[in-house]
């Protein structure tokens, strides 16, 4: 490419990201000066916002949530680990058994903590819901 091609494509992407950078900061602004209450009225908030001091059960729920996701962390790590295994075995049937072992067990624990992950999330928020009395958005920590 040269050096006049390189220009025109850095100028093309200043020129487009320019009104995003101005919206932004528009949007900060808007936020700055307590505006954060329109912007989750527009999102599917469906009242005032729930005050800083949360509730006991709330925080208890995040914190299953937050352990949740660490479980999904690492099954997903033992999957990447038993493929690698298995590519690493050299034909040897002992060592592939052993990777496949693993591996189908590391889904079907990805399959249980995912499920487990929808149940608490789906709790949570119906949980949030009766307590704050604001629909919380979807998938919103």
Known sequence: ???????????AVVLALTPIQTKA???WEAVSQG??????QAYGQTGPAPSADYDIRIIIARLIRVVLEL???IAL????????????ANGDEEKVEEA????TNGV???IIILAAFAVATFVINQLEFAITGV????WSF
Not at 1 to 11: C, P, S
Not at 35 to 40: A, E, F, K, S, T
Not at 135 to 138: G, I, L, R, S
């Open 100 to 103: 496949k072992r693993q591996l």
């Open 25 to 27: 900061a528009g949007w």
């Open 1 to 11: 490419m040269t050096k006049y091609g390189l220009a025109v494509v850095f100028l």
């Open 135 to 138: 629909q919380p958005v979807t």
């Open 108 to 110: 079907i624990g990805l």
């Open 35 to 40: 505006g954060l209450n329109d912007v989750g």
């Open 77 to 88: 790590v033992i999957i990447i680990v038993a493929g690698f295994r298995w590519m690493l």
């Open 71 to 73: 479980l999904g962390l």
